[in-house]
């Protein structure tokens, strides 16, 4: 590629490809996944993405980018494999540089989950004006996008669900934000009442450093036998 844009902070990898698409003149996204991994036929996960190998090489020779930074800063990859042990964390990094992301959600526990995923990219409408403001353009934060946290952790106010799907549409497709897929009135905490919204982003507060440090700090990962005594005591 002769450009790539630069990422933003906390920028889902997809956010930025979808920059790419934008800017690169692409009239189909199967023409942007040539340019970007050298694979017509990838799938763009969202949130634990492949072929990130394939598209450092691919990156421009003057960029410092590398697959460490991307899959670290640029992914949910820290956060769902922090509890993992070793080798299985180990693995779905691997198969994230590969081109051949089969079985990562099912390695990471993201399949198996309690907790229910989020049907939609998510957005705060404050980050949206801000990042208008700083940077002349709307993109989709990382932060937004975790399974079970309804409020944007900076800003500490509801979030709001995209017209664009995670799962379930187009698999290979690039969308950005814009003022059309992120019109919608209504909260993810609407119908909830008003003090139960106020303690939950009081919750929010609480544990937003803790899941920001899932998000950006590498884990130190346990075998499972450790979780069971830790637990124990």
């Not at 709307?138 to 664009?164: A, E």
């Amino acid at each position: 590629m002769l450009f790539f844009p630069p990422p933003y902070p906390d920028e889902l990898l997809f956010s930025i490809c979808s920059r790419y698409f934008i800017r690169s003149g692409n009239i189909s996204y199967k023409s942007a996944l040539d340019d970007l991994f050298s694979n017509r036929s990838l799938t763009t996960s969202i949130i634990l993405p492949s072929g990130i190998g394939s598209l450092v090489k691919n990156l421009p020779p003057y960029s410092n980018i590398d697959e460490r930074q991307l899959i670290y800063r640029h992914t949910l990859y820290l956060f769902y494999s922090a509890f993992l042990p070793p080798d299985r964390a180990k693995d779905i990094y691997e198969a994230m540089c590969s081109s051949d992301g089969k079985g990562i959600h099912g390695k990471s526990g993201v399949l198996a989950s309690a907790v229910p995923q989020n049907k939609y990219l998510r957005f705060c409408r404050d980050c949206m004006n801000e990042d208008k403001k700083k940077y002349g353009e709307y993109y989709w934060h990382r932060s937004h996008q975790l399974s079970g946290i309804q409020c944007c952790l900076t800003h500490y106010k509801p979030l709001f669900d995209s017209s664009i799907k995670v799962i379930g549409s187009n698999k290979h497709r690039f969308q950005i934000p814009t003022l059309d897929n992120c019109s919608t009135n209504k909260s993810v905490l609407d119908g909830v009442s008003k003090k139960a919204q106020k303690d939950y982003i009081d919750f929010c507060r609480k544990i937003a450093g803790n899941l920001y440090q899932l998000m950006d700090q590498p884990f130190k990962h346990r075998k499972i036998e450790e979780f069971h005594e830790i637990y124990r005591s």
